[in-house]
């Protein structure tokens, strides 16, 4: 495998690597990871707002599912693994948050946070499923688990704000 995910750039021609960066987001420069959460927190406003949590719950499922095949393809054609501009990952984690919190932006903006801090800080056990679980299932699941972590946290502060105010 290569050592440096930024140095190849599988072309977005192809499905698995168009949805893996999400669109090509993961190839905007310094923090793909954070340009694929606020991408997606737009997004799940309007999945929210047109069809409901039930239909933001089925397309993180789906986005999940997707994204074990979409992160092999993109591992597959860069020779690296856990890449950088995978970002699909971030997409499913950060839509999984903002299904606890009410549809508001600045709740939007908390949920946002509160993931990209614990995907970044990956606690126990998310740092475990990172190194030992690869290809895109790796992938994905440790974003998932930071997800729920930052669900959990937004949650409680939820509920701790509605009793004091």
């Known amino acids: ?9 599988p072309s977005l021609t192809t499905p698995g690597v168009l949805l893996a960066t999400w669109f090509g987001v993961g190839y905007l420069p310094k923090v793909p990871g954070t340009w694929g ?13 047109l069809a409901g949590l039930p239909a933001l719950l089925v397309a993180t499922a789906v986005v999940f599912g ?8 993109y591992m597959d054609r860069s020779g690296v693994g856990d890449p950088g501009p995978v970002v699909i990952d971030e997409v499913a984690g950060q839509w999984l948050v903002l299904t606890v919190v009410p549809l508001d932006w600045v709740w939007f903006v908390i949920g946002f946070a509160l993931f990209r ?23 994905m699941i440790d974003d998932i688990g930071a997800a729920i972590y930052a669900a959990a946290a937004a949650y409680g502060l939820h509920r701790a704000m509605e009793a004091f105010w």
Do not use: C, Q, Y
């Open 117 to 139: 801090l614990f995907d970044i800080a990956k606690p126990w056990p998310i740092n475990v499923m990172d190194h030992r679980i690869k290809g895109g299932l790796g992938v």
């Open 37 to 49: 959460s606020a991408v997606a927190v737009p997004m799940a406003w309007v999945i929210l707002t």
């Open 1 to 9: 495998m290569i050592a440096n995910a930024d140095e190849v750039r």
């Open 66 to 73: 997707v994204g074990i095949w979409a992160a092999n393809d």
